[in-house]
């Protein structure tokens, strides 16, 4: 049966792996969920959007005849694992992650541990400060429950919308960054505390070494239950696992 791989992608990790499946010639189609409005342009055969929960994706499958779904998401992207999960049982399809592992903190950091974005808004509570929100534009809002504060927002694309925070700075930036960037972006802001998710690898982990560097405290929102599946930490080590798993015959 001919393999076609359908990698929902996004992260630095995802594109590493569609530039590998490239260079071997593997039939593979990348997709984007659609939050960004200029996606990096993938090697592959690419499409943007939902698929309309996992009755949707499991079309897609079908339609499609894929037969390997790889979840090269971002970690905090826990509703689409869960579809994807449910609709490989639904299809048959194989499924696995890439999987970036989680950030731990090292000598001098100075870490408050939170389960979710409440617990972070929370933790927030007390006299006004300069907050980096490093966190992407959909949760932002949900910081203006502690209005007091001036927040420094890095986002990927001007937001259509001013934020609904009553006091910010939006910085327009797309990753990977470098300590050093990171480091003068948060003297030229003043900035007093870092609320980020632990996203782990290394595209984003230039502003824990310059929180470490200037002594800030970082409110760091630890990763959602995902479903459990096969995961590989390397694109090399997908290619491994999609040879050793060979396709199945589908049907929803």
Excluded at 114 to 125: F, G, R, W
Excluded at 233 to 238: D, F, G, M, V
Aim: hydrophobic share 45%; proline share 9%; glycine share 8%.
């Amino acid at each position: 049966m001919t393999q076609h791989l359908l990698i929902l992608g996004g992260t630095t990790e995802a594109s590493a792996l569609a530039r590998l499946v490239a260079e071997r010639g593997l039939q593979a189609t990348f997709s984007y969920a659609g939050r960004v409005d200029n996606p990096k342009p993938q090697p592959l055969p690419t499409r943007t959007g939902g698929f309309g929960g996992p009755d949707g994706l499991a079309r897609y499958i079908h339609d499609n005849a894929v037969t390997h779904v790889i979840d090269a998401t971002h970690p905090f992207a826990a509703q689409m694992s869960w579809n994807a999960a449910k609709a490989c049982e639904m299809t048959g399809a194989r499924l696995a992650a890439l999987t970036r592992p989680a950030w731990q903190p090292q000598t001098g950091d100075n870490w408050q541990s939170v389960p979710d974005i409440d617990v972070a808004i929370a933790a927030l509570e007390g006299p006004p400060k300069r907050v980096m929100l490093a966190l992407g534009r959909l949760h932002m809002d949900a910081f203006a429950a502690q209005p007091q504060h001036h927040y420094i927002l890095r986002l990927v694309d001007q937001p259509e919308a001013p934020p609904a925070l009553p006091s910010h700075t939006v910085t327009v930036a797309r990753g990977p960054f470098d300590v050093a960037n990171d480091t003068a972006l948060f003297k030229a802001h003043a900035v007093d505390v870092v609320v980020c998710k632990n996203a782990g690898g290394t595209g984003a982990i230039a502003k824990l070494h310059a929180a470490r560097a200037l002594g800030l405290p970082v409110i760091m929102i630890d990763r959602p239950e995902l479903p459990i599946r096969p995961e590989c930490a390397t694109p090399a080590e997908i290619l491994e696992w999609v040879s050793d798993h060979p396709a199945t015959d589908l049907g929803v």
